[in-house]
């Protein structure tokens, strides 16, 4: 499952914006651009929780991990052209994975990276009279 695709960057950012980042000569969407954009933030995205411990990819990938995603992606497309917003949000997305490699953060489901077995251990001490009674 991808962390995003042009879909995801078409609904947060809308068509118009895409249409100008990628443009395919012909008043549409280039998406063999978007889909570069889209991998290199997966890539990075990987390379940092791998270093976390993290089985990558993730899936189903968390909300909070596709959102800054899309948020990296969306950066690749500027280019040098990068506004001082998009470049906070980028910004917001790697200190979000920095977060993550520290173990600050931990992902949610599907991204958990080593589960913990569900056990429970009783302890007791001795008993108060000799030969196991009361």
Known sequence: ???VDQAALTTRF?????RALAPDGSGGIDA??????????E???D????GAGYATPLS??????????????????YDDQVSDVVKG???????????IARGDVKLGEGG??????ATVEFQSTPGVFPGGGF
């Open 1 to 3: 499952m991808a962390y």
């Open 14 to 18: 809308g068509e118009d914006e895409l």
């Open 32 to 41: 063999d651009t978007v889909q570069r954009a889209c991998s290199d933030a």
């Open 43 to 45: 890539a990075e995205i």
């Open 47 to 50: 390379a940092r929780l791998n």
């Open 60 to 77: 189903p990938v968390p909300a909070a991990l596709a959102a800054h995603a899309a948020d990296i992606a969306r950066y690749r497309l």
């Open 89 to 99: 949000r980028y910004d917001d997305a790697m200190r979000f994975l920095r977060a």
């Open 112 to 117: 958990d990276p080593s589960p913990a077995e």
